[in-house]
């Protein structure tokens, strides 16, 4: 093999190399939008942290169980008011739910929907547009004051079954793009029960 053809391959190999890297570690970002069917806008986990940072009338509502927020984590400045509880039991398809029939009065003990935006987050953004609903619907907000935060805290699953990455919560979300989170319970931020 000629010098010249054994250095364009290395160079091939090393190039290659350095892209399947990348591509491991940058996985493509795909947020289900789920404008249809609920009230308020959609914002990518970056854009709500940004906003949320930079405006005092701006709050990151968690929507998820309480088992959710304290044992997979939360992010740093998230507020916690769940959308719906845990029964303690296991449904036919999943974990057994029932609606927080607080969540209007909960909403309002700690915001003010004249100057308040809230962001909803949840798992990966189904149980975020409901919260916008009865946002928008029970509680008063208006439409241009709720948003659904896409990918929620952990994503959205991979669904090429001819990727290693089948079936995980690996596109978007909060923890996926590295913004901060926590386990520890803030006192400020956790869930306060309404009266």
């Known amino acids: 093999m000629k010098?010249?053809?054994?250095?364009?391959?290395?160079a091939v190999l090393i190039i290659t190399s350095l892209i399947a890297v990348g591509c491991a570690k940058d996985l493509p970002v795909a947020y289900s939008i789920k404008k249809a069917g609920h009230k308020g806008g959609d914002l990518t986990p970056p854009q709500a942290y940004k906003w949320a940072t930079e405006d005092a009338h701006v709050f990151i509502v968690d929507v998820r169980t309480r088992p959710e927020h304290v044992l997979v984590g939360h992010p740093t400045i998230a507020y916690h008011v769940p959308v719906k509880f845990w029964t303690g039991k296991h449904a036919s398809k999943g974990y057994g739910m029932k609606i927080?029939?607080?969540f209007s009065k909960d909403l309002k003990k700690r915001f003010n929907p004249e100057t308040d935006t809230l962001i909803f987050m949840c798992r990966s953004g189904s149980r975020s547009c409901e919260a916008t609903n009865l946002a928008a619907l029970e509680a008063g907000w208006p439409t241009d004051k709720i948003y659904n935060m896409m990918g929620g805290f952990?994503?959205?699953k991979v669904k090429d079954k001819d990727s290693v990455y089948y079936g995980k919560r690996m596109l978007g979300g909060w923890k996926n793009e590295g913004l901060p989170w926590t386990y520890k319970i803030d006192s400020k931020l956790a869930y306060l029960e309404a009266d």
Do not use: A, I, R, T
């Open 3 to 10: 010098k010249s053809n054994y250095f364009c391959m290395v």
């Open 154 to 156: 952990e994503g959205d």
């Open 100 to 102: 927080n029939e607080n």
